[in-house]
Structure formats: C-alpha cells, structure tokens
C-alpha cells in the first residue's frame, strides 16, 4: 500500500489512509503530504477533508467487516484491490512485470537497480525495500513501468504486460487455488496477457516455466530462455536458451558470474538489434558474453540476476550496462540482509542474517546459499536457522518438504506458526516439521519468541552464520540475537532451560 500512495502522491493527488500502528513508511508517506490515521475507524475516511473518490485496499489482508470498508459501502465509493490501482498507475507505461512462485521481490529489486544504473529512470514498486534507495516504489520520467506480479491470489491477471518475466513455477497458496494445476493455470493465464509483440523472459531450469516458454513460442510470442544449458532438456526447450550461464565461482564476497547471451537480431525485439534497423532479418544472433558479480549469496540470486538483466535487454538497455548495474545491486531488505556481527567472546565471528524464505523451496536455497558463504569464509563455522513457520495451511501442506529444506542446516530452532489472516488450527504446531526432521540436526522446538534469542545461543559458536527465516514476525529476532550473543549469551539459566525444551 505505501508503495502505491507514494507514486499517487508524487503525481500530486491527494491520499489519505490508516494502519494499525505507526511505522517509518507511515511516517514518510506524511512528509510527502498524506493524511494517515492510527487505528481503523470509519471516520478516517474524511481525514483529507471529504470522502474519497476511491477506497483501495487488499482483500488478503483486510477483513470485509473493517469500519472504513463498511463505511466506504455504506456511502457507495467504490472498494478496489492494490492491484486494480497499480494497474491503473501502469497504464500507457512499457510493463515490464516480475512473476513467479519465489524470488519475485529480488528479481524486480535487480531489474530497477541495473535500469537505473543504465542511464534511465523506470518507475517502480516492489514487495520489499531497496537497501540503497531506501524506497519500495517511485515515479520515474522513464517510460518504463517495472513491477512484481502477485499470483496469491490472482491478482496478476489485472495486468497487461509489455515484458514478463517468469522466475519459477511451483504450488504454493493451495488456501487460495485449491489444487497445483489451478495454481499452474494463473500463470498460463498470465502468459496469455502478453501481445503478440510482448516479450517473456522465462527460466528454463525450472521444469513448469520451461514448459509455459514452449508453449508462449508456439503462439508467436518472442521468448528469452535464461539458465544452464543441458543435453537432458528436450530440443525445443533448449533453443530458447538466449542466456546461458556458463560458469560461477563463490566467493566471501558474493558470486561471480560468468553469462553468455546470444541476443537475436531482427527480431523487433527492443536492445537486442546493436544497431540493425527495425524488422532486418539477420541469421546470426548478436553474441555477448559479460562476467559481473552478485553480491547476494546464492545460486537463486544468480539466476534472479540473469532475469534481470535479460528483462532490460527486452525493455531497450545495452545488456553490459545492465550486467554493471546488476553488480552494484545492494539488496533489499528481509533477503539475506545482514544484522549484525560478534566481534569477541564466546560467539566471536558470528554473523546474524534475515531472510523473508516461507515456502520449502525458498528455505533450501537461502541455507544453501548460507552454506555456501560459511565454506567461502572457510573459519569452519556451523548454519544455525531460525525459522518461523507462515499460515497453518501452508504448514500442514508442506510439513514434510520444511522438515527436509531445514535439515540443510548444522542446527535449527523451530518457532510457533505465524498464523496471519488464518484461524489457529487446534493441535497443529510447529513441533509436525521438528519430529519430521532428520536426527542428524541439532533441533530447538521453541514455543516462547521471547525465549528465541537464548535458544539460538544454545546451539551457537564461533564463526556461525545464523539465519532467521519467515514471512511474519520473526523478523524482529535478528537485531535481538545480535544483542543477544554480543553479550555473550548473559542469562546461562535460560539457555540451560531451552536446552531441555528439544523436538
């Protein structure tokens, strides 16, 4: 939502609103001149000094029976979705739209991140914070509109995408769907949104995407096939490799990435023609080759940052100056993004990390990732995961697959379900993936938050990286481990006590 009133804001309309607690985006969105209240009452709707033309809200996270949207009805303005607005916001832009089941938020970040550091200004909004903006959304001059597409709940297909990109297809919000093949549907959907000179950028290691690009190049549709390349993919899967990630080395720093892109000419694709006129058929692709590095650990990121730069070839952007703008990426907030670190004591050379992972998948690439750094550093530190499980659906879909992605780690402490806009779900707790894990990892089930900090510490040593994971509030533990375990762990009693707490 502050993503949105920002833009309205900066093309001067007038934006008023309300959240359930003051926070920083809340108080930016007032220095830029809205009108936000504190609590949900239904006289909040005149806060700008009449009623509004419009109520936007999100129908995930906002209960029919709130006061201003009962208010709204009762008055007859109109309620519309987030995504309506944005829509609207998009319109006469190029859209160029991240999809996916994971790495959304980190591929859009990249996109806008190498756009901007290519010499343009594409307007934004994204799911989380640009740690080196400091903003979720802006109003640019460029023509170039560049913005996450939430499939969650369907919301994708209010959009009319010039350029899309799809990162990956795998079930997930199966509250919402019902079943996988309908979760796989909204993005054949999506898909079919594109025009006939639209272009989709999709990742060919990804069995279900791969799929979505062959069927897109069937219908005419110019498709740009980023990855791996592999003798075990079928031919026509294959030919849509357009960029080929041919090596990678892991570094302390981050990964190096070496890319080879085979960009075809002719083709009325925007960027790729270096110089050939518009409709010139050419044979032969322009090839480039580009090695740049990513400074957000993991092979995910790696693939995220190869969509991102094929996503600006599609929109017109030499490709070499988007692979330097790619390497400048900083990151955005709740992916991978670093607390704090232990200089001395017990817990010296500990580093405390946040991560927005919720889904089986996304938790195996983030430990992977974190794996991966601790072996670069090569101190001989464990992985030590935090994690707090999102939606008791999502728990009990997936218990297993969580039980399997955490036992990547050295250790792990377990935390109570994050329910959300979910009803508690009598018996099931967090302790379903805990007995499910394997009894080679040292496991914490812990039903205190308050208690969290301590519970870490007590699987925790030297040169440990410790990860917290979830989309809810666990969040707020990094910071709090930190503290923690720079004052070396002060309170033995309780973390003798978590001690006995076990699986």
Known sequence: MSGVARILLSREATVSGSDVKDSRPVRALRSMGADIAIGHRAENLELAGGLPTVVVTSFAAIPQDNPELQAAADNGIPVIRRSDLLAELMDGYTQLLIAGTHGKTSTTSMAVTALQAAGTDPSFAIGGQLNRAGTNAHHGTGDVFVAEADESDASLLRYRPSIAVVTNIEPDHLDYFGTADNYFQVFRDFAELLSDDGVLVACLDDA????????????????????????????????????????????ASGTRVWLKLRLPQGSGLAGANSGATTGEQTEQPREISVDYLVQIPGYHMVLNSVAAVLAGVAAGVDAEKLAEGVASFAGVRRRFEYHGEVADGRFAGVKVYDDYAHHPTEVMAVLTAAREQVLAEGKGGKVVACFQPHLYSRTKEFYREFAQALSLADACVVLDIFGARETPVEGLTSRIITNAMEESVAVRYEPDMSAAPATVASLAGPHDLVLTMGAGSVTVLAPEIVQYLRADGADDDAVAETNEAGR
Do not use: F, K, M
Request: with cysteine; proline share 2%; net charge negative.
């Open 208 to 251: 279900h995407t791969a799929e979505l690009a062959v069927a897109c190049a069937q219908r005419g549709i110019t498709v740009l096939g980023y990855g791996t390349s592999s003798d075990a993919r079928p031919a026509e899967v294959e030919e849509l490799l357009v960029a080929e990630i041919t090596a990678t080395e892991v570094l």
